[in-house]
């Protein structure tokens, strides 16, 4: 009988941002402890505040993104806000029905891989169509042409860990037999994701 290899980058994944989550919100913590004693609010007690905010919503997006991790539509909603609270990059999700935990890893690595194709900002919209997933992104100067192979109809490979979410999306793409369409303008690519 066969059984499931586990996906050890996956687990290694998850496994760091457990460890993390605890001093992280050991320090949030010790924040709520100060104020109640009305510690006089100051500049750099703000700025610990918000650097545990922008920590903590990172490493529950990445737990998704390259871990194991589900999320319920709720949940997902509640961390696309937190990630995405920078107006650099604005993000709509309207899908509202509960997503498989694969399907939701890819979307949150096709997220990640559309900051890079959009470096200057701009949007970002996920919907569901008659046709699949598509995500949206809407910019100035978007750089499609660095990551993807439009006669391969894939994406390049990637060298370097602030670009393996490319790599991992063919990845998934090639295991779970998807298709992944693309359309694009100098200011828009859209990208489509259909079983095969």
């Not at 919100?25 to 750099?44: C, D, K, R, V």
């Not at 490493?59 to 806000?81: H, K, Q, S, V, W």
Request: hydrophobic content about 40%; some cysteine.
């Amino acid at each position: 009988m066969l059984t499931k290899q586990p996906d050890l980058a996956a687990t290694i994944s998850t496994r760091i941002c457990h460890d993390l989550i605890s001093p992280i919100g050991a320090i949030s913590n010790g924040l709520e402890l100060l104020e109640m004693a009305n510690t006089p609010h100051s500049p750099e007690l703000d700025l610990i505040a918000q650097s545990v905010i922008n920590a903590n919503a990172k490493i529950r997006y990445l737990r998704i993104a390259f871990g194991d991790a589900a999320a319920n539509p709720e949940d997902t909603r509640e961390i696309l806000a937190e990630y995405y609270s920078n107006p650099r990059l604005k993000l709509v999700w309207a899908i509202t029905q509960p997503l498989e935990q694969t399907t939701l890893k890819l979307l949150f690595l096709l997220l990640l891989c559309a900051e890079k194709i959009n470096p200057l900002g701009g949007s970002l919209h996920v919907s569901q169509t008659t046709r699949g997933i598509e995500l949206q992104i809407k910019g100035q100067d978007l750089c499609i042409d660095d990551y993807w192979d439009f006669s391969a109809h894939r994406f390049h490979p990637q060298n370097g860990p602030s670009y393996i979410q490319f790599n991992l999306v063919q990845s998934h793409l090639d295991i779970q037999q998807i298709k992944l369409c693309l359309t694009h303008t100098p200011q828009e690519v859209v990208m489509t994701i259909t079983p095969s």
